[in-house]
């Protein structure tokens, strides 16, 4: 599951480190990303590479009440080709989420606790995503989901699933480049990130609420 991360790395970085060719709006740094909120995603058109925001909690085009349908913010990479609300874009609607670090919380005495997980580098990744388009009343509305895998060591004893993390830029070609690598191929990328490449610490509480977005949430507890 991924259900919090942060994105506090500098936005001409992110254009150099993965060869963002237009960025569609100004991007702040973020320190607790929540789902509903917008998120910093980049899609491949032909060789052009395009970042801009989309809605965190995929809504399938073919929704009807949307008040009744919950966001899907997570899907499991091993179902998404059999799952009716992800099929339909597992070939032409890859993307992927900027990000340098996700929270999960950990239940310790009654308590949960909230751990960041970053690179061991500190460097900036993406987690690979699928999206969808809604129009309503002539209004357009972009969607994501973050995709999930099973936990790797590291991440295990605070949560059985992750985000899938892609580092490897022909990771992360294959994933974006839907014409030329099929589902088939690209699904290859959908694995646990490498644990010894991870490191993770505990962090304020303070990160609970969506509302508190500040260098507070990522500072380590003793």
């Given at each position: ?162 985000p899938v993390i892609l580092t490897n830029k022909e990771d992360i070609a294959a994933w974006l480049e839907t014409d030329n690598y ?41």
């Amino acid at each position: 599951m991924c259900g919090r991360y942060t994105l506090t790395t500098p936005i001409d970085q992110l254009m150099e480190e993965f060869m963002i060719d237009q960025m569609v709006e100004e991007w702040g740094i973020r320190y607790n990303i929540a789902p509903s909120q917008s998120i910093l995603t980049m899609i491949q058109n032909g060789k052009s590479r395009r970042a801009g925001p989309t809605k965190w909690g995929l809504t399938p085009f073919w929704v009807k009440n949307k008040k009744r349908f919950t966001p899907l913010i997570n899907a499991r990479s091993e179902t998404i080709g059999e799952k009716p609300s992800f099929k339909h874009l597992i070939n032409k609607n890859r993307a992927v989420i900027m990000a340098d670090s996700f929270y999960e919380w950990k239940q310790e005495n009654g308590e949960k606790l909230p751990i960041r997980f970053t690179l061991e580098n500190g460097e900036p990744f993406v987690f690979a995503a699928l999206w969808d388009k809604q129009t309503e009343d002539g209004e357009v509305t972009i969607t994501s989901t973050i995709l999930t895998t099973e936990a790797n060591e590291l991440v295990q004893p605070v949560h059985k699933r992750m985000p899938v993390i892609l580092t490897n830029k022909e990771d992360i070609a294959a994933w974006l480049e839907t014409d030329n690598y099929s589902f088939n191929d690209a699904s290859k990328v959908l694995q646990p990130y490498d644990h010894y490449k991870m490191k993770s610490y505990p962090v304020s509480k303070v990160v609970n609420s969506p509302s508190n977005d500040s260098i507070s949430c990522i500072q380590r507890m003793s």
